[in-house]
């Protein structure tokens, strides 16, 4: 089965430090990955997907994330966290083959990010 | 704009009563989901629907029901059979046919037992 772990339940970092967050799946076949963001309160937004090709992907304020299949793990980073950064990530895997009946995910727990001025 | 409506944003129930969350969307997409998330425990997938008259149940459909009689609206009803109803519910819509596809997201509904 399907599953995806995120180790960090909490972090906390300084506004212009730079971030990463870990993500490892089990997946047997080739894993389509995500990361979205949640903002308090709020729904889900989607930050970046990788399918395949470079393994470096690039999203959406600023965040990037590197798929090592080696090491079953899918890592978002980025260089320089702003206060807006603060919100809870969650980390995604796609069961099933790419054409399969309805795209389901499997969500890691969340890593919640605080931000400290 | 086009997005996905969920109302109401927060609901209070008594034990014993079912309740409606509602879910609508103007994406003219084909797939609707309801997710539930607990704290620590990420989404946890209840029901999906892939077309009209269609749904299939997720990894923890107990306790649930939905219908989807319009494409643009896909109701889940927590009944009383849901031994711990009280979560923040997440909607979510996506173009159908592959599982590359974005899935978006609703604001939410909490709903709390009484």
């Known amino acids: 089965a399907q599953s995806v772990t995120q180790p960090d339940i909490h972090i906390t970092v300084s506004e212009g430090a730079s971030l990463e967050l870990r993500c490892n799946y089990s997946y047997g076949a080739t894993p389509y990955l995500f990361w979205y963001v949640q903002s308090p309160g709020q729904g889900l937004q989607l930050l970046l997907k990788?399918?395949?090709?470079?393994?470096l992907v690039q999203g959406i304020k600023g965040f990037e994330a590197e798929f090592k299949r080696s090491q079953s793990s899918f890592n978002l980073r980025k260089p320089s966290v702003h206060w807006s950064d603060a919100a809870e990530y969650f980390c995604?895997?796609?069961?099933?083959?790419?054409?399969?009946?309805?795209?389901?995910?499997?969500f890691g727990g969340g890593t919640r990010v605080l931000v400290k001025p | 704009d086009g997005g996905i409506t969920q109302s109401p944003k927060y609901l209070f129930r008594k034990e014993g009563q079912n309740v409606t969350l509602s879910c609508e969307q103007n994406?003219?997409?084909?797939?609707m989901y309801w997710y539930r998330q607990d704290p620590g425990q990420g989404l946890r997938l209840i029901y999906y629907s892939q077309i009209v008259n269609d749904f299939q149940k997720g990894d923890i459909a107990e306790g649930y029901s939905v219908s989807r009689e319009k494409k643009e609206s896909f109701p889940l009803t927590v009944t009383s059979a849901q031994k711990n109803p009280t979560a923040f519910y997440l909607c979510a819509s996506s173009v159908a046919g592959q599982v590359t596809n974005e899935q978006f997201f609703g604001p939410g509904t909490r709903l709390t037992v009484l």
């Open positions: 990788y399918f395949s090709g470079d393994t």
């Open positions: 995604a895997v796609a069961r099933g083959g790419i054409k399969a009946a309805g795209n389901k995910l499997t």
């Open positions: 994406l003219n997409h084909d797939a």
